[in-house]
């Protein structure tokens, strides 16, 4: 799971999620008149087939494109100006929920995150106060310019699976484990991630870690609060990456501000 900001140019938002809600409606509809036959009744690929022809034939009704979106609502996707080449564009930004995602990484950092910026509301699509969120990310900016200078390090924690004792592990020694790092390495092709964590360790193939200090403590693990892990802290060597899509969140903002339908623009914030 992740989180994805998309920024879209509604023409008239109030039509649109007018036109939404009966679209969403008349869907239902048609699902129960196909799905609503007793318990035990399996819907078949020709029925769905119908159910989705029917959805299709709504839109069309209701003047939506096939999918069912308003077609006068724009998604903003432009590419930096200054990193052209990044993930993060004008107008899309994203995070993924593991350690290595901006707003975990930002958060850790300096205390703020995408979430802090733009203070999203609960529905899908919200206006932002633009202005106030050009100031928080500003601050940020520069607060994690000084993090980068100052410690420019990353943390790994790795916490032991209740579940797998290092029996069941059947890593006993020196030599089985590096047995497994040949076998993993081994495994692995170009396609792949290098990096990667699961049962059977984290592994860092493709670029080793610089690591620094190795700290005993605990951890929270599913619906463990307290197992013991050992912290890893590394010298991070992408933490631009992360300041790089900040400084593309700020030119989204200014980009909107720039605009003379301000009132028309909206934050798609998805999960």
Known sequence: MGLDVYLK????????QQLRAEYERRMDLAWEQIANRGNNYQVSSQEEEIYSQQCQMIARTLGLDSNGEDPLVQLIRLPSHKYPDHNFKIGYFYSSNNDSGINRILSDAIGLDLHSIFNPLEEDDFQPDWTLARGICLKAIADFITHIEQHPYGVVPLTFDPNISPIQAQITSKALALQKLVAMK???????????????????????????????????????????CFYIVFQHKHLDFYLQALEIVLETIEYVLEQPDIDKYYLDWSS
């Open 186 to 228: 081994e495994q692995t092709i170009d396609t792949q991630p290098n990096t990667f964590g699961g049962w059977a360790g984290d592994f860092f193939l493709t670029e080793p870690l610089e690591v620094l200090a190795i700290i005993p403590g605990t951890a929270g693990f599913l619906d463990c609060p307290d197992l013991p």
């Open 9 to 16: 140019r509604f023409e008239n938002y109030d039509i649109s």
